[in-house]
């Protein structure tokens, strides 16, 4: 019997999956965070791996074909650096490895060519159109990128919990959320919190989940953060389009797939992006299979 492995090795968490050479998948498993500039990303491979293997009842060995898409590789570095990582974890007679917006599409299209949206964490755009022809937006992490993502959405809810507080912007109920999360008196205590060494980007992404709580209450500041981040994962599809002249296709041959916990949000995020897509907006859907599904898919595809 040959395996199938696929690997959606992510910022927030590692999901591995087992399949036969039909595609049926026979186990599963998951771990914790493997950016490949995490530190724990080897470890944490690894472990979905095996936890994978043990759910299928079966020994490590040699797959037959294997696709991972691991995040923060969006450099030839740093996907050179997925690469030698993931060969010294597993073998297989066909090793596939891509930047994990790349799974997105075809865990929920059979369709060859479109648009890849991931808003999590961080945020990343990925697109390809009939030609063969690719271009990316964004997906340079949370310094330079990352907008439309809970990481973007957390530091403007804190921005706007600062102005609230000094009364130079509008007054929004974020600003006692996060006194109530981080279990502090005062914004001016919170520096204390932010700016300490264990505090970085993970962190930031959480207060997304203040900032959604709070436009469920009825926040006009928490709906004007949002409302931003719909735009920009909506300006990002549409300079896919753009660039990759996709309005002028057949849009019957393509789609645009988006996954991440920002379309989980009580926002309406699939509709306000939708509303803003300049072309082929009734295909546009939000995946509700895991992109790990779709690793198996094109691992599937290097075998026959």
């Not at 696709?67 to 993931?86: E, H, M, N, R, Y």
């Not at 599409?105 to 063969?132: E, H, L, Q, W």
């Not at 937006?137 to 907008?147: K, N, Q, R, S």
């Not at 509709?271 to 300049?278: A, D, T």
Request: proline residues 3%; neutral net charge.
């Amino acid at each position: 019997m040959k395996y199938i492995l696929g690997v959606d090795a992510g910022s927030t968490k590692t999901a591995a999956a087992i399949a036969d050479e039909t595609g049926k998948i026979i186990g599963r498993g998951n771990s914790g965070p493997a950016n490949i500039h995490q530190p724990d990303s080897k470890k944490n491979l690894k472990k979905a791996i095996d936890n994978a293997l043990a759910d299928a009842g079966i020994k490590a060995g040699k797959f037959a074909s294997a696709c991972f898409g691991v995040a923060g590789t969006d450099t030839p570095k740093s996907l050179k650096k997925a690469k030698d990582l993931v060969s010294k974890i597993i073998s297989a007679e066909n090793l596939q490895v891509y930047n994990d917006t790349m799974l997105v599409r075809p865990a929920c299209s059979d369709k060859k060519y479109g648009i890849s949206v991931v808003a999590g964490t961080g945020s990343n755009f990925y697109g390809i159109d009939s030609k063969g022809r690719e271009e990316r937006v964004g997906g340079l992490d949370y310094l330079l990128a990352d907008e439309g993502s809970a990481y973007r959405i957390g530091q403007q809810g804190m921005n706007a919990a600062v102005k609230s507080y000094d009364t130079r912007g509008e007054k929004t109920m974020i600003e006692n959320l996060l006194l109530e999360k981080f279990k502090v008196k005062s914004i001016r205590e919170l520096a204390n919190v932010v700016y300490d060494k264990n505090f970085g980007k993970y962190e930031i992404a959480s207060i997304a989940q203040v900032v959604d709580y709070a436009y469920s209450q009825g926040d006009a500041v928490a709906k004007s953060i949002l409302s931003e981040a719909a735009y920009e994962i909506a300006l990002a599809i549409n300079t896919l389009i753009t660039k990759l002249e996709l309005e002028k296709e057949d849009p019957s041959k393509w789609d645009i797939v988006a996954t991440g916990g920002e379309f989980m949000s009580p926002y309406p995020f699939e509709e306000k992006v939708r509303e803003k897509i300049l072309a082929n907006k009734n295909n546009f859907m939000v995946c509700k299979t895991e992109p790990v599904d779709g690793a198996i898919k094109l691992a599937l595809e290097g075998i026959k």
